[in-house]
Each structure stands twice: as C-alpha cells, then as structure tokens.
C-alpha cells in the first residue's frame, strides 16, 4: 500500500504518506482523499507539512474545507492559523478558550522580553521545567487541557525558532532576520488577545 501511494503521489513527503496511513488506520479511501487534497492545495513540503498537523489537530472538529479556508485567510501563516482554528472550536467550548489563552499568554510573555531584551541570552533561554510547571499551574487555575498547552506551546517554540539542547531546555540564537519574525508573531498574538476578550465575553453572555 505504501509503495503504490508514493508512487501515485509522488509529490507529496513519503514521511506525511506514511503518517497518513497510520492516521486512517490505513483506510485507502480516506488515506487517498487527503493526499489528494494536500495535492491540490499546496506546493511545497513544508506547507505539506503544516496543512497535515492542522488537519490531524483539528481534523475531527472542523472539515477540511474550513481548515483550508482559514490557512489562506491567514496567508498560509501556520501559528496564525492555529490559533484562529482554535478560537473557532472555542467557540461552543470554553476550555478550549482557555487553552489558547494560557498559550497565548505564555507567548507574549516569551516573544516581549526578546523584542526588548534582544542581546541578553537569559531571555533566549527556556528551561523545560520551569515551563512546565508554569503552565501547570495556570492551566490548573483556569481549568484547561494541560497537555494540549503543552503540546502545542513546544509546537509554537519550534515556530518562533528556538531549538532543544542536549540537556533538554530550549534555546533562541539572535540575528537581526528572526527579530522581524518574532515581531510578526508578537503582534498576532496581540491581534489574537482582543478577539479572545470578544469570544470569552460573547460565550458568558450565553452560559
């Protein structure tokens, strides 16, 4: 099966192939019509990549037509994306708002202090625990899935550029091309806030 699917679809990543058929429990319709679709939509690996983890992540609550339309509203920005895709399910479920939340708060926390401290290696540096128990605790307080922050928040790390070192903890190296990147992520993220203040409102006025 797999041999004959990499040979159909050869211009998809084999590795995506390969986590397609796991995905589908290697259902060949279904495995076939999301390689078609990853086909039809993008042109290159990465964005293979990216249109496969936002539909293995939210696959189950949203269609693939929904997904593929909020990538291209969000320019095909994978962090953007996420967290719009996100703030939709939260819609009808407010853990899921406060998921976001928690990732969205650790986030401007993290991006701030390099855009102003963008020189001093303690703001570039994240130690795994710490992380962890941060987030466990905020997620705990505002009764969120701790596990999905902390999935997604190494996710968005690796977006932001930082890499893991051998002992285990996070690192950021500086050049001038990434701080516009951590810009833009900061000010979406900013973006994202006030539209999460919007929906937290709008969802307590129907509970």
Known sequence: MLAQLRKRFSKIDKEIISDAIKWFGENVKETEDILTWLTENTTNLQQQHYLMYL???????L????????????????????????????????NELNVNEVIREMCLHILWNILKYPKHIKY?????????????????TLGADFECVFVNMQELLQYYGFKVED???????????QLLHLWNCYRSAIDQQIMYVFILLSIKQMI
Do not use: P
Request: hydrophobic share 30%; aromatic share 10%; proline share 0%.
């Open 55 to 61: 539909v293995q992540l939210f696959g189950n609550k």
């Open 63 to 94: 269609g693939k037509t929904a997904i593929l339309q909020v990538w291209s509203n969000c320019n095909q920005i994978l962090v953007d994306t996420n967290m719009k895709l996100r703030e939709i399910c939260a819609t009808s479920n407010l």
């Open 124 to 140: 570039r540096q994240i130690h795994k625990q710490a992380l962890y128990n941060y987030l466990s605790k905020k997620c705990h």
């Open 167 to 177: 002992n285990d903890n996070w690192y950021c190296q500086y050049n001038h091309t």
